[in-house]
Antibody, heavy 121, light 106 residues
Framework: QIQLHESGPGLVEPSETLSLTCTVS????????????WGWIRQPPGKGLEWIGN???????YHNPSLKGRVTISQDTSKNHFSLDLKSVTAADTAVYFC???????????WGQGTLVSVSS | DIQMTQSPSSLSASEGDRVTITCRTN??????LSWYQQKAGQAPKLLIS???TLQSGVPSRFSGSGSGTDFSLTISSLQPEDFATYYC?????????FGQGTKVEI
């Protein structure tokens, strides 16, 4: 049974970098058995879901162009986790951040519980 | 970029009603369309993938259809536990997109 768990600071100051880690258990993030993507999705309070980006089993990453190059998604196969760095944050980046596993043919089939990150001084 | 238009943004319905939510894209995505259900304070739950494949454990009152640019999610007989927000999502390109969501209320 796969489980994903987000971790990181719950409060980030404006203009700083938001950094989160998603630890995966029950599956290997670099498995080539299935072509999985490991993704980050966020949801501002009271609003809809926004795809941030994915990293695939080989370490290639793909980002939402609306985030204008502020996003870095990477993986650490030795720790079986993947990470999100979002630079130059503002209050608009306040959201619940989810990590998830997906496939292009099936969407995101497993999700973490989400973690609230607030941007404030 | 693939843009997604989901409608309606909200709807009011009663238990037992048949409900249909639509999702339209600005270019063809074949059948690379998923539907999710999200309840307050919870992570989204995948209901349907590749436009019409019901995930294991999802009640058969949920169904999906469509291909190309026009898709729909239908709940044949709304149950109390179905009151939630529903999202479509495309995975046709390497840049995925979610619809804006449809809140199903009593």
């Amino acid at each position: 049974q796969i489980q994903l768990h987000e971790s990181g600071p719950g409060l980030v100051e404006p203009s700083e970098t938001l950094s989160l880690t998603c630890t995966v258990s029950g599956a290997s993030i670099n498995s080539i058995t299935h072509f999985y993507y490991w993704g980050w999705i966020r949801q501002p309070p009271g609003k809809g879901l926004e795809w941030i980006g994915n990293v695939d089993y080989g370490g290639s990453s793909y980002h939402n162009p609306s985030l204008k190059g502020r996003v870095t998604i990477s993986q650490d196969t030795s720790k079986n986790h993947f990470s999100l760095d979002l630079k130059s944050v503002t209050a608009a980046d306040t959201a619940v951040y989810f990590c998830a596993r997906g496939m292009s043919s099936s969407g995101f089939d497993s999700w973490g519980q989400g973690t609230l990150v607030s941007v404030s001084s | 970029d693939i843009q997604m238009t989901q409608s309606p943004s909200s709807l009011s319905a009663s238990e037992g009603d048949r409900v249909t939510i639509t999702c339209r894209t600005n270019q063809s995505i074949s059948m690379y369309l998923s539907w999710y259900q999200q309840k307050a304070g919870q992570a989204p739950k995948l209901l349907i993938s590749v436009a019409s494949t019901l995930q294991s454990g999802v009640p058969s009152r949920f169904s999906g259809s469509g291909s190309g640019t026009d898709f729909s999610l239908t709940i044949s007989s709304l149950q109390p536990e179905d009151f939630a927000t529903y999202y479509c999502q495309q995975s046709y390109t390497t840049q995925w997109t979610f619809g804006q969501g449809t809140k199903v209320e009593i």
